[in-house]
């Protein structure tokens, strides 16, 4: 079973599901000719996407286009079904630094025909994921400076309180469709500046306060 690790903590949380939102940065949405939703946009990754620092993202032979997408992850610490805002952080473990890597070409494609596009979202190793923040740690996780390097070049620079809907919202909206269980996590999308990888470019990623998170493409 895949397990993310709560820092200064023994505690290890066995992934369950990984609840991603899309479009929730207006630049972000502009930048690739969205429009935008009227209400979150919800998708998932299975555990088996997930990869720990160090390892490699490897992309699909399927796909000749995939994009970084860095972004501030949540970790459900309890049971939750239909949480009311004002009490979401009661449900949160700690944040975490992950990527989402989108293999955009299959996704343009897929969205064309008006078909579901989780091919171009979750498949093996598109979730590179930090250790995680204890809650505590993290004063006001809507005031973070978010940010992400390909061999050095800053490509995504931005901060958490540019989202459009925030985690207490997030929290109360994603428990009313799915039960949300301990090791849980929630992606709550990307700032502006996405953009390709290739074969041997390092990324590095980094959100304030949680620290860094370095993988390799492949």
Known sequence: MISVRLQGSSRNFAVGKIICLGRNYAEHIKELGNETPAEP??????????????????????SRECHHEVELAVLI???????PAHA????????????????????????????????????DTSCPISDFASRDRVADPHNLRIRLWVNDELRQ????????????????????????????IILTGTPAGVGPVRGGDQIHAEIEGLGGLDVSVE
């Open 41 to 62: 946009v919800v998708f998932l990754k299975p555990a088996t996407s997930l990869i720990r620092a160090g390892e490699k993202v490897l992309i699909p032979s399927y």
């Open 157 to 184: 620079d931005g901060n958490t309180g540019q989202m459009i809907h925030r985690i207490p919202e997030i929290l109360a909206y994603v428990s009313g469709i799915f039960t949300l269980e301990e090791g849980d």
């Open 88 to 123: 979401a952080y009661e449900h949160v473990a700690g944040y975490g630094v992950a990527l989402d890597m989108t293999l955009r070409d299959v996704q343009e494609r897929l969205k064309k025909k008006g078909l579901p596009w989780e091919i171009a979202k979750a498949f």
């Open 77 to 83: 610490g309890r049971y939750a079904r239909n949480i």
